[in-house]
């Protein structure tokens, strides 16, 4: 399968990243660049773990330390990590529903499906991505809800902390208090009104146009099989693909 090997200046990176963190045992460098090969293996296959070609090692030696970097919060932290140096002109946000497999039910042990941001939304049973991306469509945060919840749920923590000078988002964002939170922060809300708007407020439609850097960073993460269907039960675990995913975007 193509493109599912790490670059030499990637690894380097990568391998980097990890002797720093604290909380992270990398081990044989060899070992671990095998690793993180495996889960872009996964990632870009959207395979079962059990499938896992055995050059990657044990299929459930992988899984295990993949889990547990998930709850280590190491995947957040290496997306962090990439994503210092944003541009902070423009700052857009929007959503994104994904179809859930059946094999994601039943996470009833862990607080149900509402609490691993699965739900039931026109297209079936499904998840909802909020992101948050720079200046350059380069991912700064994710986050998940079950797929019937609406945009505005996610768009104060999309925004709040983040010195954007415009925020654009698309008219589902369009609430009055989401658009003056944007305002207090001292952006500028680039956000088209409601169509039933009784007064309709104005917007700079020619930087609206930047929106479309958001939409392709969605269709990018969607290339990895394994973003784009969820069959994992629990939401940090999915939540550990995108944060993963969106890092190798950075690195590109």
């Not at 500028?188 to 392709?216: G, M, S, T």
Request: net charge positive; charged share 30%; glycine share 8%.
């Amino acid at each position: 399968m193509a493109n599912v090997r790490l670059q030499d200046d990637q690894w380097t990176k990568i391998r980097k990243f990890l002797r720093d963190d604290p909380n992270t045992y990398v081990g044989n460098e060899a070992e671990g660049r095998r690793f993180v090969e495996a889960v872009i293996w996964i990632s870009r296959s959207g395979a079962q773990w059990r499938l896992l070609p055995g050059e990657y090692g044990k299929w459930n030696s992988v899984y295990k330390r993949f889990a547990r970097w998930c709850d280590q919060g190491v995947w957040e932290r290496l997306l962090e990590h990439f994503a210092d140096d944003p541009d902070m002109e423009n700052g857009m946000v929007d959503s994104t529903i994904v179809r859930a497999h059946a094999c994601a039910a039943g996470a009833e042990k862990n607080g149900g499906q509402a609490e691993q941001a699965l739900g039931r939304s026109r297209g079936g049973f499904s998840t909802k991505i909020h992101v948050t991306v720079d200046g350059l469509g380069n991912p700064l945060r994710l986050y998940l809800t079950a797929g019937q919840r609406h945009d505005i749920i996610k768009a104060h923590d999309l925004i709040v902390d983040l010195d954007f000078n415009f925020v654009i988002a698309d008219r589902s964002y369009g609430a009055k208090d989401f658009l003056d939170e944007i305002t207090a922060s001292g952006a500028e809300a680039v956000i088209p009104p409601k169509k039933n708007a009784k007064e309709p407020h104005e917007y700079d439609e020619w930087r609206y146009r930047e929106r479309h850097l958001i939409e392709c960073f969605i269709g990018k993460i969607k290339h990895f099989r394994r973003v784009f269907s969820r069959f994992d039960k629990l939401a940090r675990r999915y939540l550990g693909f995108l944060q993963f995913v969106s890092a190798l975007i950075w690195l590109r």
